[in-house]
């Protein structure tokens, strides 16, 4: 079968492989039609953001065993398919989940049990929107911690053998190097167009980029944090996972961040 990617020519998808959250979406389905799943698609980004669809199994599970460890992939496998590839990627880290969309529900349970990274086994689209939303709240909890603990790092977490904590460390180092550069409109624009970039088609958080720009103010920064918005996920995905080019353009908003708690502190 040849490779191939699923056509995109009237509903856009976020396939550059540089998601800037840590969330991505894999769909394997060898005969899934784009015009049925549009709809499906825009409930889904507003979930998670960076969709990727394949046709052809091989390059999929490439693709998914090529990807970091620090990222976390949710899959949506048709049943044929999924017995063919979920014992391959099952024990990889960055996959987090799977679900089994299908028209034989009955038939596809019975291989499925086995795999305890498969959620649910389900033949409407509807209800897979439904159970991905439920268990990404549960997910984003547990893999996507609010990385506010880089400014009041744990003592005991990065120890070496030396007695130094090199994560407490590290995060001092680079808070006081952050407080100390000056933040330019440049800078803030170049972050705004890598949002608008990786969020494009995605309305919902559009609207929110929109919003940010319109309301933003650094005694308004916390909240913004705390709000389920790009803001929190691209900020937690660069401090996650040390992408310095990222940090460097949200200082300004970082020093934000460490000014308020100063405050709250008092």
Same mark, same amino acid.
């Given at each position: ?14 396939? *550059?492989? @540089? &998601?800037? #959250? ?11 039609? !784009?015009? /049925? ?66 028209? *034989?529900? @009955? &038939?596809? #349970? ?11 086994? !389900?033949? /409407? ?9 439920t268990d990404h709240k549960i997910q ?16 005991g977490a990065g120890k070496s053998t ?105």
């Amino acid at each position: 079968m040849a490779t191939a990617l699923l056509p995109n020519d009237d509903f856009y998808t976020n396939t *550059d492989d @540089k &998601s800037l #959250e840590i969330f991505s979406l894999i769909w394997l389905d060898a005969t899934v039609n !784009v015009k /049925d799943t549009r709809d499906t698609e825009v409930k889904l980004r507003s979930i998670i953001n960076h969709i990727k669809k394949f046709q052809d199994i091989k390059q999929c599970q490439q693709y998914i065993e090529q990807t970091s460890q620090k990222d976390r992939l949710v899959i949506i496998v048709s049943g044929q398919l999924g017995q063919e590839i979920v014992p391959h990627i099952h024990q990889l880290r960055q996959v987090i989940s799977i679900y089994v969309y299908c028209m *034989d529900k @009955k &038939s596809n #349970e019975q291989w499925a049990y086995k795999f305890a990274k498969i959620k649910s086994v !389900v033949v /409407d689209l509807n209800e897979l929107v439904s159970q991905i939303t439920t268990d990404h709240k549960i997910q984003k909890k547990v893999e996507e911690p609010l990385s506010i603990n880089i400014f009041t790092t744990n003592v005991g977490a990065g120890k070496s053998t030396t007695g130094v904590n090199g994560q407490f460390v590290f995060s001092q180092i680079l808070i006081d190097c952050l407080l100390r550069l000056k933040s330019t409109e440049t800078d803030k624009n170049e972050l705004i167009n890598c949002c608008q970039n990786e969020y494009e088609g995605n309305y919902t958080e559009l609207n929110n980029l929109h919003e940010f720009q319109q309301d933003y103010s650094p005694n308004k920064v916390l909240s913004w944090y705390t709000r389920e918005t790009f803001f929190y996920k691209t900020l937690n995905a660069a401090l996650r996972t040390q992408n310095i080019h990222m940090i460097f353009l949200f200082r300004s908003f970082i020093r934000d961040i460490h000014q308020q708690l100063q405050k709250i502190s008092i």
